[in-house]
């Protein structure tokens, strides 16, 4: 099991690694999946902006682009997150930042597991995926 974080073109520190990193191999089991090699990276507004435009032919800002490198029932791949998008989202959804950025975390995590987002009622099936591994965060990895 790889999970990596990367700091692409922005100052920005992550905090509980190990924590995340387990949880995230916790939320892959639930699926029936392992982790193969998966990789965040954070960035920028200018450098998502860039990737989305250029691989995906959207010209619009966006917290989580996921590329897929899967095999099977082996997680991989790369997630861009923009730091400053997540920032942005946690005001607007009257959050923590880092609640948004676990979130947006696990959201790229639960495409790589086969979720889906692109109708109402999928977007409602993953929020309540995302929900359940928040509260397992919660209560498991991040207890004081």
Not at 78 to 87: A, S
Not at 123 to 136: P, V, Y
């Amino acid at each position: 099991m790889s999970v990596n974080f990367f700091i692409d073109d922005i100052p920005f520190k992550l905090k509980d690694k190990r924590k995340l990193k387990s949880w995230i191999g916790g939320v892959c089991l639930d699926e029936n999946r392992v982790i193969g090699n998966l990789n965040f990276i954070f960035t920028s507004k200018e450098r998502i902006l860039d990737i989305n435009v250029q691989y995906l032919n959207h010209n619009y800002f966006t917290d989580i682009i996921t590329f897929s490198f899967n095999s099977t029932d082996i997680v991989s791949g790369d997630i861009y997150i923009c730091v400053e998008m997540v920032k942005e989202n946690s005001i607007s959804y009257n959050t923590t930042f880092s609640e948004e950025l676990n979130r947006v975390i696990i959201h790229g995590v639960l495409h790589l597991t086969g979720y889906d987002d692109t109708t109402s009622k999928k977007q409602h099936i993953m929020r309540k995926r995302e929900n359940e591994a928040l509260k397992t965060l919660k209560e498991e990895f991040l207890k004081i």
